[in-house]
T-cell receptor
Framework: NAGVTQTPKFQVLKTGQSMTLQCAQD?????MYWYRQDPGMGLRLIYY???????DKGEVPNGYNVSRLNKREFSLRLESAAPSQTSVYFC????????????FGNGTRLTVT | GQQVMQIPQYQHVQEGEDFTTYCNSS?????IQWYKQRPGGHPVFLIQ?????EVKKQKRLTFQFGEAKKNSSLHITATQTTDVGTYFC????????????FGAGTQVVVTP
């Protein structure tokens, strides 16, 4: 099984450009998440989806939108990229419930110039 | 909101030595998870603690949940070069579901 697959792996954008980060999981998990990771700040939750058809804001949602396309896929969109959004983005999934560990994808390294 | 502090931020360890990293919360936790991220990699789940005072071991790693469920620790004995990476705690407070927030992590460097 592939687990959690993220595309692309690397991306360079100019300020103001838009793009969508794709994430898909093949573990039949109900919940999916988007985190960003910046040096010294750990992982910060952007958005999450507890189940298909629902999405909720995390700690740092400004400048992002998400779509839970179906149970497998959860995309993250940057409508107008800013240099402050330069980061490594991780998608994760988990079974429903508080006690479920997260399974992470390999990440997307995004640079906004 | 929930405040999570993970200390130390950096840990340089001589191979063979022991070390401990701590995770402290300002609120009572429902449970806490620990993850390890190798350099250039993604976080990988290690363990989950649920009960007050719980202690779990994975080979040379010992995880502990505080009696008040407000703090946790990870102790590694006889550190090896394979222990290099960043260790994150991810506490879940009693009043939030799904918003698993991570500590800033402890970056571990092992010198031979």
């Amino acid at each position: 099984n592939a687990g959690v697959t993220q595309t692309p792996k690397f991306q360079v954008l100019k300020t103001g450009q838009s793009m969508t980060l794709q994430c898909a999981q093949d573990m039949n998990h109900n919940s999916m998440y988007w985190y960003r990771q910046d040096p010294g700040m750990g992982l910060r939750l952007i958005y999450y989806s507890a189940s298909e058809g629902t999405t909720d804001k995390g700690e740092v949602p400004n400048g992002y939108n998400v779509s839970r396309l179906n149970k497998r896929e959860f995309s993250l969109r940057l409508e107008s990229a800013a240099p402050s959004q330069t980061s490594v983005y991780f998608c994760a999934s988990s079974e429903a419930g508080k006690n479920s560990p997260l399974h992470f994808g390999n990440g997307t390294r995004l640079t906004v110039t | 909101g929930q405040q999570v502090m993970q200390i130390p931020q950096y840990q340089h360890v001589q191979e063979g030595e022991d070390f401990t990293t701590y995770c402290n919360s300002s609120t009572t936790l429902s449970n806490i998870q620990w993850y390890k991220q190798r350099p250039g990699g993604h976080p990988v789940f290690l363990i989950q603690l649920v009960k007050s005072g719980e202690v779990k071991k994975q080979k040379r790693l010992t995880f502990q949940f505080g009696e008040a469920k407000k703090n946790s620790s990870l102790h590694i004995t006889a550190t090896q070069t394979t222990d290099v990476g960043t260790y994150f705690c991810a506490p879940l407070s009693t009043d939030s579901w799904g918003k698993l927030q991570f500590g800033a992590g402890t970056q571990v460097v092992v010198t031979p």
